[in-house]
């Protein structure tokens, strides 16, 4: 039971993750974020992750709402809850902190956060990366990561509805 009260201290309110960011930044600790709806947790995520933490000593994930993903994904989304989504996130040992936002980008905490690391997958490549400004503005970086082939929710959820009929 100890190993599932490791794995609900690393799920934060804000307020929770103001008080923890306080003490990482004490220590200069370099804290990396990235964010996503991770609806069906799969490989492709956990390489992003595990390569997100690479980049520093704090891996920060920033998770949609339902009611965020509901309304960026379609009806049917999401699949699991936000509890379950912030739990299997948790439960990666690269993972420092789950946190979520309700808004359908993370604009707001990634400037409440001010990572010295923004993560985002390679798809994002010559787009417009939410919060790089802040990122930037703050001496910090703004980094892709090469996504894993074949693996993403959508697919899985294709794949699952084939299987199921």
Known sequence: ME??????????????LQRRLAIWKFQEKKIVFTN?????????????LGKARELGDILIVGMNSDESVHRIKGPHRPV?????????????????????FEEDTPY??????????????????????????????????????????????THTIEKAHKVHL
């Open 80 to 100: 699991n809850s936000h509890h379950a989504r912030a739990f299997a996130l948790a439960a990666l040992v690269f993972v420092d902190a789950v946190v979520m």
């Open 36 to 48: 996503g709806c991770f609806d069906i947790l799969h490989l492709g995520h956990i390489e992003l």
């Open 108 to 153: 707001e905490l990634i400037r409440f956060i001010q990572p010295d690391v923004l993560v985002k997958g390679k798809d994002y490549d010559g787009k417009e990366i939410v919060g790089s400004d802040v990122v930037k503005a703050g001496g910090g970086e703004v980094v892709t990561i090469e996504l894993t082939k074949g693996y993403s929710t």
């Open 3 to 16: 190993k599932l009260k490791i794995v609900k201290s690393k799920i934060f309110t804000w307020d929770e």
